[in-house]
């Protein structure tokens, strides 16, 4: 079977259920971005060794990012009942993970933080800001089709995007890579002038 269908030539894409779609939608952007991120966990885990901790985790995730990119792929009208998995539990999967971490950084997060350290966490930072871009798409298609969006979908991936934030502050931390802080965070900025 050919890779190439010519069905998209006119610039449509097909969509879960048989319609067809344009390929600059709310729907469309909305799963290239999470595709574009998925990808790139792909790229952070090949930077690690096969035994890395982190491995069976951002596996877990990469899965789970293609079963809700399914259900996104889904119009909330369409007849059709998807048969994938829905990760409802990644919003919990994450919390524990990021409570995990977060016991073992030698200092809290209280600032901003400029991008990059070292190569890992750098790319953690690439997925974060990848994560933070399908949220806000996944807003924008929530508007246009508010049943196809899911809650367990919206705060697993906001979620996300706070995971790779401490990835990146724990890769750093144990590697005694200093952070370079920008400012501290606004509600700590408050408290310190009360």
């Not at 097909?14 to 952007?29: D, L, Y």
């Not at 999470?34 to 982190?54: P, Y």
């Not at 750098?122 to 924008?140: I, K, S």
């Amino acid at each position: 079977m050919k890779i190439y269908t010519r069905k998209g030539d006119k610039g449509t894409t097909g969509v879960f259920g048989g319609k067809r779609t344009f390929k600059n939608s709310a729907r469309i952007e909305c799963i290239g971005t999470l595709d574009e991120v998925n990808s790139t966990i792909g790229l952070l885990r090949s930077k690690l060794e096969n035994d890395h901790e982190w491995q069976p985790n951002l596996h877990r995730i990469q899965k789970d990012m293609m079963n809700m990119m399914s259900h996104l792929a889904r119009p909330s009208d369409s007849k059709k009942e998807n048969p994938n998995p829905k990760p409802e539990d990644g919003p919990e999967f994450c919390e524990n993970w990021l409570d995990a971490m977060e016991a073992n950084i030698s200092a809290p997060s209280d600032y901003f933080l400029l991008p990059g350290g070292n190569e890992l966490s750098a790319l953690c930072h690439v997925c974060r800001t990848q994560m933070r871009r399908g949220e806000r798409q996944l807003v924008t298609l929530m508007q246009e089709d508010p049943d196809c969006v899911e809650d367990y979908i919206m705060s697993y991936i906001n979620r996300l995007s706070d995971l790779f934030f401490t990835m990146a502050r724990a890769e750093m931390d144990k590697h005694g890579v200093a952070e370079e802080k920008w400012n501290l965070f606004l509600y700590k900025r408050k408290k310190k002038a009360e």
